[in-house]
């Protein structure tokens, strides 16, 4: 299970997101980023001939959201070196706890590495960032973070399983239990007839 992200962290992210005007207020981040628009609108703010925004619109359906950051994904993400996994998208759509502020960190991370060796040509040839590679730090916690996500979901089903199988020992036991009462309950009123016919 991913651990929870800091207090400190937390707050730079707000922060950084709380600096760039965007289209709506931030409310619940949650809720607010989950079709991708402003996630789309942060990237044209540091990048606006990359991002063409008539690409996106808001959405209330899992498919619209979810064509908005496959768009993200493969129009811009991918051209400046780097692309959200398919569970890292699953979670920011479905609000999952945490899971937007990951992203957002991460993005926040490879954009201003992204500005500051591209300062002069990130806009004038975007086609070149396709071949630009992740700083091994930030490939590595980010490797991690998709390894977390993967063994949490593992975790998550096996906890189903489990959970289930409780569920049907607990009916079982509960149905031996009644039994047990019912065979108590013969015994005892067979004990009673026999005393009151002299046998016992």
Not at 59 to 75: E, G, H, M, P, R
Request: glycine share 2%; aromatic share 8%.
């Amino acid at each position: 299970m991913l651990q929870p992200l800091k207090e400190e962290e937390l707050n730079e992210i707000y922060t950084w997101v709380d600096q760039i005007p965007l289209s709506r207020p931030k409310k619940n981040i949650a809720r607010d980023f989950a079709d991708g628009i402003l996630m789309a609108e942060i990237m044209h703010y540091f990048l606006p001939k990359l991002v063409d925004m008539h690409n996106y619109s808001q959405a209330n359906s899992v498919k619209q959201k979810k064509y908005n950051w496959d768009t993200l994904n493969t129009k811009v993400f991918k051209r400046i070196g780097f692309t959200l996994s398919k569970e890292q998208v699953d979670s920011v759509i479905s609000c999952q706890s945490e899971a937007v502020e990951r992203v957002l960190k991460f993005v926040q991370a490879r954009l201003e590495y992204y500005l500051e060796n591209n300062a002069n040509s990130a806009e004038k040839q975007p086609q070149q960032a396709d071949s630009q590679m992740a700083p091994p730090l930030l490939a590595n916690e980010w490797q991690k973070d998709q390894q977390l996500f993967e063994l949490r979901e593992t975790i998550e089903v096996i906890l189903s399983l489990l959970f289930c199988n409780f569920q049907v020992l607990e009916q079982k036991l509960h149905r031996m239990d009644e039994l047990m009462k019912q065979k108590d309950a013969k015994i005892l009123r067979y004990q009673q007839l026999l005393q009151q016919n002299g046998l016992l």
